[in-house]
């Protein structure tokens, strides 16, 4: 007898550890496995539109951190010469010291948490080695960049998890 854990008689499907094509692979779980071309297609369609998602969650929690990182006041300044005399509205920056019991520390914890989650589930699926999975990925995540990247507010991504 065996100490491995599962039934001699009972052979395990293996993982296919290489890059392929089809339609059989398990999705993230046991209960996603289409069965046919058309629900692959649709597993596909989804796993796109989570990649896509997964880049508006990034320049989401940017933005909240720009919002919540910096005030933002206006003033007035007149400005007097023998001519005339001209009033200035001017926007004035400062930055606001962040809390760790704050109510926006909690939301971008909350948020870091399911980014981090996304990020993992994502390249769980890429690791299926199913091209149209991998590609369905990256093309997503290339989508999301295109719809939402534009609004990032700094070049350097410092949020980067998987890629």
Sequence with gaps: ????GHDQGMMMP?????????YD????????????EGAFVGACFAVFVFAVLYEGLKVLREQ???????????GTKTFHNSYSSETMVAETYSTV????????????????????LVSYLLMLIFMTFNVW??????????????LFGWKK??????NEHCH
């Design 1 to 4: 007898m065996g100490t491995s």
């Design 25 to 36: 692979d398990t999705i993230l779980f046991k209960g996603w496995k289409p069965s046919t």
């Design 133 to 146: 999975l991998g590609l369905s990925v990256v093309l997503g995540a290339g989508v999301g960049y295109f």
């Design 97 to 116: 010291q962040p809390r760790m019991l704050s109510g926006p520390h909690f939301l971008q914890t909350f948020l870091h948490i399911i980014q981090v």
């Design 153 to 158: 507010a700094i070049v350097i991504d410092i």
């Design 64 to 74: 909240l951190l720009k919002k919540y990182s910096v005030s933002v006041g206006t």
């Design 14 to 22: 293996m993982m296919k550890m290489y890059f392929h094509c089809g």
